[in-house]
């Protein structure tokens, strides 16, 4: 594993893609400035100097079923490693991590075919020592400089959560139910009532739990529905 810095970049996981014949299986492209970050679908995700922002090239083969928990494996780690300096830390289904009701963290997997699945990459961004951020987001994001008002290492924070992954990966292979525990355990959403996206319709119902294969079973009026992706949201009470 080698991590490369890079000065500027539009995204690290884009870097990836455009070199990944001349990495290796689980290095590490990080920059400070990432012109053009991306979130989950369309959206675009806000760094700057003060983020830590990475992404992992995945080049070992893994079964279909198992590629679905990346996000939640990813979720996991940064869970782990952010939780030893701040405490309500939770994950939101598939890939957020969140300190109370404002999002610390994003995690964008993506993958890379050539005529078959070559490559995963599992993209991060942490609000680490962010002191400001743009008008449209204030107030539904946080950093952990402004929740523990101190400031962090971001080479260090980096290694800790690569060791943190390294020291995990292996579950994907062999006991993945550690990981679907683990979500569940501090998942944001659970018995919560919530919206979420169906066969392009906006649907409401309550949260049950993450299952076995990282989908999402929410309770619909008696009809259990089971997602397997789009964008669910806590409602909040009046």
């Known amino acids: 594993m080698n991590i490369i810095h890079l000065e500027s970049i539009d995204s690290t ?3 990836i893609k455009d070199h990944y014949n001349t990495l290796n299986h689980l290095d590490v492209i ?6 053009k970050g991306k979130g989950r679908h369309i959206n675009q995700w806000f760094s700057d100097q003060d983020s830590l922002t990475f992404s ?11 590629l679905l928990l990346l996000p ?20 939101k289904w598939p890939n957020d991590i969140y300190f109370k009701s404002k999002k610390i963290s994003g995690i964008l997997i993506e993958s890379i075919y050539q005529n078959k699945l070559e490559a995963m990459i599992v993209g991060v961004g942490i609000n680490l020592n962010n002191n400001d951020f743009p008008d449209d987001i204030i107030n539904q994001v ?3 400089k402004k929740i523990s008002l101190k400031t962090y290492s971001q080479l ?3 290694k800790d959560i690569i060791r943190v992954f390294n020291n995990n990966i292996h579950l994907l292979k062999e006991n993945k139910q550690f990981i679907i525990d683990y979500c569940n355990q501090y998942h944001l959403l659970n018995n919560q009532d919530i919206t979420y996206e169906d066969k392009q319709s906006i649907h409401s119902g309550r949260c049950i739990k993450i299952n076995d294969d990282g989908n999402l079973i929410i309770d619909n009026g008696g009809q259990l529905i089971t997602l397997i992706s789009g964008e669910v949201h806590k409602i909040r009470n009046k």
Not at 30 to 35: C, F, G, I, L, V
Not at 73 to 89: G, P, R
Request: charged letters at 20%; aromatic letters at 8%.
């Open 142 to 144: 946080t950093s952990l």
């Open 30 to 35: 990080t920059t400070k400035n990432q012109t």
């Open 56 to 66: 992992i090239l995945l080049k070992e083969k893994l079964e279909q079923k198992k």
């Open 156 to 158: 260090d924070f980096l």
């Open 13 to 15: 996981n884009q870097y």
């Open 72 to 91: 939640l494996l990813m979720a996991m780690v940064l869970h782990k490693v952010v939780s030893q300096y701040t405490n309500e830390l939770y994950i």
